[in-house]
């Protein structure tokens, strides 16, 4: 038989009511990332929150392109920077403050371009933005052949292809006045074009060639007078 004096079971939370607020706090502004098998999500911190509403660098403010520069003083930043801010112009809504787009880009895209944390912001993302983005962007070759890889309009893509063209052109009229001024220092730099400048290096080479042909030349003819003859 039970014992009616007997008191009913109590759970008591001995957490102060402050330290708990915190706690929610706290679950409302970071989510720690989920991972299954290879697909994973980040943690998001404090930093990730201020670069939303606070961004310190240019690629913090233009993070929710994709794949932008972060070295502002590199040349690819340089001549990359044209093309993010056409981007821009045509990506972000008038009426869309950047914030929001760096917001749903961290909490919807998960602050990547290939991982989605949150398929609901990340379709209002892609639809705001009109898909458009950097996917990629990189130097294959050589340090000055670029590779840039967009989701854009025509006329973005073609300002993309440009700048590869030009970056190209710029670096390798660079590369070969190198050359150039090493076979004749007081040489006059024919800029313009790397056509130009590899005939100009073309005609140099064939002319310190004939130079050394004709030093040979002269020393075989003095080596016949015996004038290197003891």
Not at 141 to 146: I, M, N, Q, S
Request: hydrophobic content about 35%; overall charge neutral; proline content about 4%.
């Amino acid at each position: 038989m039970e014992n009616m004096n007997e008191e009913p079971f109590k759970f008591k939370y001995n957490r102060p009511i402050k330290e708990m607020a915190v706690d929610f706090i706290h679950s409302l502004l970071f989510w720690r990332g989920r991972k299954k098998q290879m697909i994973y999500t980040r943690d998001i911190d404090w930093g990730d929150i201020k670069e939303v509403f606070l961004p310190e660098s240019f690629e913090e403010k233009y993070g929710y392109l994709g794949s932008v520069p972060h070295n502002e003083d590199s040349e690819v930043f340089k001549a990359m920077y044209p093309l993010i801010l056409a981007m821009d112009y045509e990506a972000k809504p008038k009426y869309c403050p950047r914030w929001f787009l760096r917001f749903l880009h961290l909490f919807g895209n998960d602050k990547s371009i290939v991982r989605v944390r949150n398929f609901r912001l990340h379709y209002l993302f892609r639809k705001l933005t009109k898909g458009i983005m950097i996917w990629d962007y990189k130097t294959k070759w050589e340090w000055y052949d670029l590779r840039i890889s967009i989701s854009a309009p025509k006329h973005l893509q073609d300002l993309a292809s440009a700048i590869e063209t030009d970056f190209y052109s710029r670096g390798r009229q660079e590369e070969i006045a190198e050359k150039i001024l090493k076979l004749d220092p007081k040489a006059s730099i024919i800029w313009g074009g790397v056509d130009r400048l590899v005939k100009q290096y073309n005609e140099l080479v064939d002319k310190k060639s004939k130079q050394k042909e004709n030093l040979k030349q002269v020393m075989g003819d003095d080596e016949d007078l015996g004038l290197y003859d003891n």
